[in-house]
């Protein structure tokens, strides 16, 4: 029987899930969220990655914090979801939200300099100028490298200018609100940042973080990806002779384009797909869906934004600063062409991720991070609508020899092990008998083999509780159990089944 040996801190810490699943596996998009809600500061981003400073088991016996808030991890996504769910529209590719308008600052210097409708920048400048909050948090560049964003934590009018336009690489803005909060001492505070970092704050917010009361409101930016910020310089340098410090200016349009004091590169899109990060392929929010107001760009119209006001609060500040003369608006039904490529881009992102990640949990087994809607729907589908009935349960007297011949006859890669009783007693997979060498296939039992770590679930139980319970146990399949005669096997559902649920809803 194989023992699963695991110590009491590496179940109770969620630090070591962590780096296993999302740091260590290229998961991490470097937003600080982690480092901002760490009770014992043991985490610290520097170059492109998270580091844990000191031990932090030493300090706690148990701490689910930086895993569960950790924006790429499964936690807590129905509770955050909740945040925006009262809003009247729910729409299969937006999510939920009140209004779409599209909108543009009435400064038209500002418009100029943000290369769109400029309508962040000038909401965080009206909401610091008239009190609404007390900071924001932006990402400005650093001066010496202006592709690198620099998150920062504005103070006044100025700081907002100076951070208008987008980067298109991480910015560690929820670690910027950590630092607004204890180290500027804020307590009305506006964010701004891609669907993952209002993902994260959302998560804070679910899991009633102390630092969470100081958020006035976040405003999410539209997203298709970020890159990996060494590895594109790095490609620029050998592709295009172009050094870090030569760049001026970074922006995307149909292209990426690269300004230098002499010079306007601009390289296909389809070039540098590489270079996004991982996290990017198989994340299905295009439009911030948990933000308080989403805004993106309105293309074929230029200087123009589009802005999905989601929650009363969004619906409260927007119209202040349309009131006071700041914030043009236009309405989007008169513009069919801007909703429909947002629809179709929001869908067309979607499908993308699940299909990517069908293939990674094909490749790794591993099943990354399902977002939201995605939850959502797991959560209104019954098991028993899913499963796979008449198992074959295999006796755990026969040989592995003759286990190879059953999988070949009959095609599923995992089976349960019953005894002489029929009743369940573990798994053998076909990964587990392949490992025992071939002259010992006649005289090893299944039995003994056996992976003895049976997770049940019932048919009237959701789609979702199949997926949390795999994600708790680190498996990849679970067996429905009947509830009146919990000995009986029903069915079984594995990640795959999930996945090909969720790819024939989108
Ligand atoms: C990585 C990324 C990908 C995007 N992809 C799309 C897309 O595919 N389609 C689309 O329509 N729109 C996309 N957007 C949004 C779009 O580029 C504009 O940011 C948005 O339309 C707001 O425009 P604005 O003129 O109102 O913003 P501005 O007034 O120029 O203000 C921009 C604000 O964004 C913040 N910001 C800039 N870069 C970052 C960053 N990396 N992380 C967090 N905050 C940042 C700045 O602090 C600033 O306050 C993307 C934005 C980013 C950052
Ligand atoms: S103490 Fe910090 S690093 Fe350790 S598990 Fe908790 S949040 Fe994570
Ligand atoms: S919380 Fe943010 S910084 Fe921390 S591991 Fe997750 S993505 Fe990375
Ligand atoms: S595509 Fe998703 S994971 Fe990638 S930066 Fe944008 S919001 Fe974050």
């Not at 958020?215 to 340098?237: A, H, N, Q, V």
């Not at 029929?422 to 076909?430: A, D, H, K, R, V």
Request: hydrophobic letters at 40%; charged letters at 25%; aromatic letters at 8%.
């Amino acid at each position: 029987m194989r023992v699963i040996v695991e110590s009491k801190n590496d179940a109770l810490i969620a630090y070591n899930v962590l780096e296993k699943r999302i740091i260590n596996s290229g998961f991490c998009t470097l937003c600080g969220a982690c480092e901002a809600a760490c009770p014992t500061s043991a985490l610290h981003i520097t170059g492109e990655k998270v580091h844990r400073l000191h031990d932090c088991s030493k300090d706690l016996d148990l701490c689910p914090i930086c895993y569960e808030i950790c924006p790429h991890s499964e936690a807590l996504l129905l509770r955050s979801l909740s945040f925006v769910a009262d809003a009247p529209i729910k729409n299969e590719a937006l999510g939920y939200y009140r209004k779409i308008v599209l909108a543009q600052a009435v400064d038209s210097k500002l418009r100029e300099q943000s290369h769109g409708g400029a309508v962040v920048t000038s909401l965080l400048k009206y909401g610091i100028e008239t009190k609404v909050f007390d900071s924001a948090i932006v990402s400005q560049t650093e001066p010496e490298n202006p592709a690198k964003p620099k998150p920062s934590v504005a103070l006044v009018p100025d700081d907002i200018l100076s951070a208008i336009g987008s980067k298109f690489f991480p910015s560690s803005v929820a670690k910027a609100y950590g630092s607004a909060v204890y180290g500027h001492g804020k307590t009305d505070i506006a964010f701004v940042g891609v669907p993952c970092h209002v993902l994260a704050l959302r998560k804070m917010e679910a899991w009633q973080h102390k630092i969470i009361d100081n958020l006035k409101i976040t405003i999410g930016l539209f997203c298709f990806g970020t890159f990996s910020l060494g590895s594109m310089l790095e490609y620029i340098k050998k592709t295009y002779k172009i050094s870090p410090s030569d760049i001026k200016q970074m922006r995307l349009s149909s292209k990426f384009v690269i300004q230098t004091k002499s010079d306007v590169i601009q390289i296909p899109l389809s070039e540098i797909k590489d270079h996004i990060l991982p996290s990017c392929r198989t994340c299905t929010d295009f439009t911030s869906e948990l933000a308080d107001i989403s805004v993106g760009g309105a293309y074929p119209l230029k200087d123009w934004s589009t802005v999905i006001i989601r929650t009363r609060a969004g619906e409260d500040f927007f119209y202040k600063a349309v009131e006071n003369g700041i914030i043009n608006t236009w309405v989007i039904e008169q513009e069919p062409k801007v909703f429909e490529r947002i629809v179709v881009a929001a869908m067309q992102k979607r499908r993308e991720a699940l299909k990517e990640a069908k293939e990674m949990e094909e490749v790794y087994g591993y099943l990354p991070v399902l977002l939201l809607r995605e939850t959502d729907a797991l959560a209104h589908i019954k098991i028993e609508e899913i499963m796979t009935k008449n198992i074959k349960p295999v006796p755990q007297d026969i040989t592995v020899s003759q286990f190879l011949d059953f999988v070949a006859k009959h095609h599923h890669i995992a089976y349960p092990i019953v005894n002489e009783n029929s009743e369940p007693i573990g798994w053998i997979t076909l990964e587990e008998a392949s490992k025992v060498e071939k002259q010992m296939r006649n005289v090893t039992l299944v039995g003994q083999i056996a992976i003895r770590k049976l997770v049940a679930v019932y048919p009237e139980e959701t789609a979702l509780d199949a997926f949390k319970r795999m994600s708790e146990h680190e498996i990849g399949r679970v067996l429905v159990f009947d509830r009146v005669n919990p000995k009986k096997i029903l069915g079984i559902v594995t990640k795959t089944d999930l996945m090909h649920t969720l790819t024939k809803q989108y």
